[in-house]
């Protein structure tokens, strides 16, 4: 077998996950992308290999993702169907597509390959990233240890039920889209009462990383949390209270609940 891991795609998503599997050994890595140059200048500044179309990863690698497009999927899933059924050895499709399940991937391909469904994000890029998993039956207990080992260099992985992946991915997959938007407002926050915009930002992000720490390395509930920072009459409750009038939480929750539906949209397409 040629390599561990295989990108065919190397977009936000497919990049920022190579660029965690050649944390350890880029030798056992392969890229290739519908833009041939996109995919060579990656595998340079990653210091792995190149593949020249989508059937050599196929043929090659034994973990491969497929970082496509949910409505390019089926396409590239029939292109390669042939390469799959001819191979003798054990091989895993990994699959980021929203959406789509892995019946329905299983589906286009025309057999029930081994498919590992994954929902990262973009901070997988450098090691702080979230990634829910499930897997088809196909798939065994070690090939999935082996795969969550090997991808370490990620972040945090947890295995979830399928049928939860699309609410899932509305939080952890969309979510640093809406926590940079609460970053930049921070940061314009900060510029509005004069502090110089490098330093708005710093410390604002610097803030958001804290405060998500303490979440996770505490387990206790974000509103306990917040009350601790509280004083009574003091400036933080001030904030707190203008972020209610505004409706923070609730276009939060507005937030997810859209990209959750947007998901289910995605896999009927």
């Known amino acids: 077998m040629g390599y561990t891991f ?14 965690a599997a050649c944390r350890r050994r880029p030798e056992q890595v392969v890229l290739t992308n519908r833009t041939l140059e996109k995919a060579v200048a990656l595998a340079e500044e990653l210091d792995c290999d190149i593949a020249m179309d989508n059937e050599a990863v196929a043929r090659e690698a034994q973990y491969i993702f497929l970082g496509v497009k949910p409505q390019m999927m089926e396409g590239l899933l029939r292109s390669l169907a042939s390469t799959l059924a001819a191979r ?26 081994p498919i590992l469904r994954i929902m990262p994000n973009t901070p997988c890029a450098i090691g702080q990233g979230m990634i829910l998993y499930a897997a088809s039956e196909q798939v065994t207990e070690a090939e999935v240890e082996e795969f969550c080992d090997k991808m370490a260099g990620a972040g945090r992985f947890d295995a979830l039920e399928e049928r939860l992946m699309d609410a899932a991915s509305a939080v952890s997959g969309c979510g640093p889209a809406f926590v940079y938007q609460f970053i930049e407002a921070m940061a314009d926050g900060g510029v509005a009462c004069g502090l110089p915009r490098a330093k708005a930002q710093e410390y604002a992000a610097q ?63």
């Open 6 to 19: 295989g990108f065919i795609g190397t977009g936000n998503m497919g990049g920022a996950l190579a660029r």
């Open 88 to 113: 003798a050895d054990r091989y895993v499709l990994v699959s980021m597509a929203a959406g789509l399940s892995i019946a329905r991937l299983q589906e286009m391909l025309g057999f029930a390959a």
């Open 207 to 269: 803030t958001l990383a804290g405060a998500a720490g303490m979440v996770l390395a505490t387990g206790r509930h974000p509103g306990q949390l917040k009350d601790e920072v509280c004083s009574p009459g003091g400036s933080t409750i001030a904030g707190v209270y203008a972020l209610e009038q505004g409706g923070v939480r609730a276009a939060v929750m507005g937030a997810v609940v859209a990209s959750w539906k947007k998901n289910g949209e995605l896999g009927k397409q």
